[in-house]
């Protein structure tokens, strides 16, 4: 039996031990750097900028780690090369990198090659045009690339559609706007890339003059229909014959139809009874569809439909006030609305009530739209407008009222051009 003097001294032992720890506590701001930097790296880029890099110097610190930059973003002809290549190899662990219209991208793409080895994700965008072996370098050394969006960067290739079997983990492609992109390339990526669940070409108007065919549609979808998840076509040269069998890629969660000219309306109203996953739906150009398809797409479809976050009637002429009705009645969660040249819409009143949670709502160019009320939706952050007297006047109406809504002015019908106002 312990004695009362050994129970006494464990006792004071245990209380000495306690208080020790206690004094010994510096709180928050002094976890150690190799502790507070695991930490940070399950947050992401913007959540660490805003919420970790004000608490102190040390969290400002440790939060500017390299490692830590997991994704670069540069963009403007006026950027300096040596800076762009200067921060790849800074933050040669980044894993997604986006440059947009600048001056040199086969130095930058040099650079890439030689630092950013954990590189999955890169778009390089309407740059000059670039070398085939520069991209073929890619290939070889960035053995991680899950996807590669060339959107409007010109390149010629001999094998580079041949060598894409060489990234293995390659799911998402985009070589839209390429004029050198044959019909026969298409064929190509589509058959060495082996675990492609994403296939956008938004614009293929090649120089040869040698069209997309509904052959060649239907050679896309035989081999993709089971696993695409995300679908961008070019739809200008295709026949209605080609839509039914877009409509069968059931496990499409994000559809762009562009210039879907042909698409038609008995295709478009019952789409909703194979594509049961989507989440973005993209309709732009579709001059058969009716105001009465779109109703019945939403009405009839509405348990399918309801997930949409996002929509987009570029163009859709058909479309009227019914239409738009039935498309607040049934999407109340969307997050994104494109009504731009959409001639015949003149109503959204109900879009304001129904879809609050709508962040982003173009309505350029819809020349017949009036507005009874000021009243948005209150989570609406970016407003696409034409120069028209009513949306202008709908804008200074908006901030007499105190709307704070980023306004941006549309400079033409025929382009994504626009400025801030």
């Known amino acids: 039996m312990s004695s009362l003097s050994d129970i006494t001294s464990s006792t ?79 933050y040669n662990q980044a894993q997604t990198i986006h440059v947009r219209r600048i001056c040199e991208p086969v130095d930058v793409l040099r650079q890439i090659c030689r ?75 589509i058959l060495n890339c082996r675990k492609l669940t994403g296939f956008h070409l938004s614009s293929f108007k090649p120089i040869n003059k040698i069209n997309l065919t509904d052959s060649d549609c239907y050679f896309i979808l035989s081999h993709t229909v089971l696993k695409l998840n995300s679908l961008t076509l070019d739809c200008s040269t295709l026949s209605t014959y080609s839509f039914p069998s877009i409509m069968r890629s059931k496990y499409l969660k994000y559809l762009c139809l562009n210039y879907a000219y042909n698409f038609d309306s008995s295709d478009f109203q019952d789409m909703w009874k194979s594509l049961k996953n989507l989440t973005s739906l993209k309709i732009r150009f579709a001059r058969q569809l009716t105001d009465k398809s779109v109703k019945t797409l939403f009405m009839e479809g509405k348990k399918v439909m309801s997930k949409l976050e996002a929509l987009d009637l570029t163009g859709c002429s058909g479309l009227k006030d019914q239409g738009v009705i039935a498309i607040a009645q049934c999407c109340s969660g969307l997050k994104s609305l494109v009504l731009r040249s959409c001639k015949n819409v003149s109503d959204i009143g109900v879009v304001f009530k129904r879809c609050q949670a709508l962040e982003v709502l173009n309505i350029a160019f819809c020349s017949q739209l009036r507005f009874g009320s000021t009243m948005m939706p209150k989570n609406l952050k970016i407003l696409f407008i034409s120069d028209d007297i009513q949306l202008r006047n709908f804008v200074d109406l908006l901030r007499t009222k105190g709307k704070t809504v980023a306004v941006k002015l549309c400079e033409s019908e025929y382009n994504k051009n626009y400025s801030n106002i």
């Open 12 to 90: 004071y032992s245990l209380r000495d031990s306690s208080k020790s720890t206690i004094l010994n506590s510096k709180g928050y701001r002094h976890i150690p750097d190799n502790v507070l930097l695991i930490i940070f790296s399950y947050f992401n880029q913007d959540e660490v900028v805003k919420n970790l890099m004000p608490v102190s110097q040390q969290w400002r610190s440790v939060a500017e780690h390299p490692s830590l930059r997991k994704t670069l973003k540069f963009s403007g002809i006026a950027r300096d090369t040596a800076e762009i290549c200067e921060r790849i190899w800074r």
């Open 115 to 189: 630092c950013s080895e954990n590189l999955k994700h890169l778009t390089l965008r309407h740059c000059p045009q670039i070398f085939e072996d520069s991209l073929r370098h890619l290939l070889l050394t960035c053995k991680n690339l899950e996807s590669l969006d060339l959107k409007g960067t010109p390149f010629r290739a001999l094998i580079f559609y041949e060598e894409l079997v060489l990234a293995q983990s390659l799911s998402c492609v985009n070589f839209s706007e390429n004029p050198y992109l044959l019909p026969s390339n298409i064929a190509t990526i």
